[in-house]
């Protein structure tokens, strides 16, 4: 990520003067070596894409597991859609700096298969079965739209999809990430608030465990678990 220096005529005289450069061998490297983090994380989240996508038909018939287990519920997917109306740009994570600090936060894959519930987001497909868009876009003067499907049982992708209310894709792919983003801070000060109520007793203890400190209380009790991990654990339970 570039930064702009600002620079008036007189400090810039007396630098060249001193022989001090503006941008440092070390801000360079930095720079190229997030350019070249930023296209490896684009090309994993592609992957990942496709393999969601390839594997939908098995996700969608374990769908009631999906919402009901927090651990599959909660898998980041925010690369699964992709839409906006205007400059308005449908949010699916937002990354948040707090001092030196990134807070991410993605959509989940139980909203994602909530926002295909609703009947804008489904589309029939030729082959007889449900299709469901993963990618809109509109204009919210002329009111025109425009959407790409993808159906999990024949596997074929459906564009040119039109005549449908740019603003209810919007609101409903943005109303779901807001109930994620909500549920994360919840969480996350519902967490932080017991681990610091037992640090405070553990305090007392003089022969305390270092491991008690409330950041180590902050996480959770299951494995971590990736769109690649569901896929797997979901086609062990179908053999
Ligand atoms: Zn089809």
């Not at 740009?89 to 001092?99: D, P, V």
């Not at 807070?103 to 082959?127: M, P, R, T, Y």
């Not at 992708?157 to 919840?186: L, M, Q």
């Not at 640090?199 to 409330?214: C, I, S």
Request: aromatic content about 12%; overall charge neutral; glycine content about 6%.
């Amino acid at each position: 990520m570039s930064q702009i220096v600002r620079e008036g005529f007189a400090q810039f005289c007396k630098r060249q003067q001193e022989g001090v450069s503006l941008v440092t061998d070390a801000i360079n490297q930095e720079e190229s070596e997030q350019k070249a983090y930023s296209g490896w994380l684009e090309k994993r989240q592609e992957r990942k894409r496709k393999l969601l996508y390839q594997e939908l038909d098995l996700i969608l018939r374990h769908k009631s597991e999906i919402l009901a287990m927090p651990r599959y519920a909660d898998i980041d997917v925010h690369y699964a859609l992709s839409g906006f109306v205007g400059y308005a740009r449908a949010s699916t994570r937002w990354e948040l700096l707090f001092g030196s600090s990134w807070v991410i936060v993605n959509l989940g894959l139980a909203s994602l298969l909530k926002i295909w519930e609703h009947e804008q987001f489904q589309v029939k497909c030729d082959c007889g079965g449900t299709a469901y868009i993963y990618k809109f876009g509109g204009s919210p003067g002329s009111g025109a739209s425009y959407a790409s499907a993808f159906c999990p049982h024949c596997k074929q992708e459906i564009h040119g999809i039109k005549n449908r209310s740019p603003w209810t894709y919007y609101h409903v792919a943005t109303d779901a990430f807001t109930a994620d983003t909500t549920r994360f801070v919840e969480n996350f000060l519902d967490k932080w608030k017991i681990a610091n109520e037992k640090y405070q007793e553990n305090l007392k203890d003089e022969h305390r465990n270092p491991r008690t400190q409330p950041v180590h209380m902050l996480r959770g009790d299951d494995a971590p678990c990736g769109i690649e991990t569901l896929i797997q654990e979901l086609r062990l339970k179908e053999v």
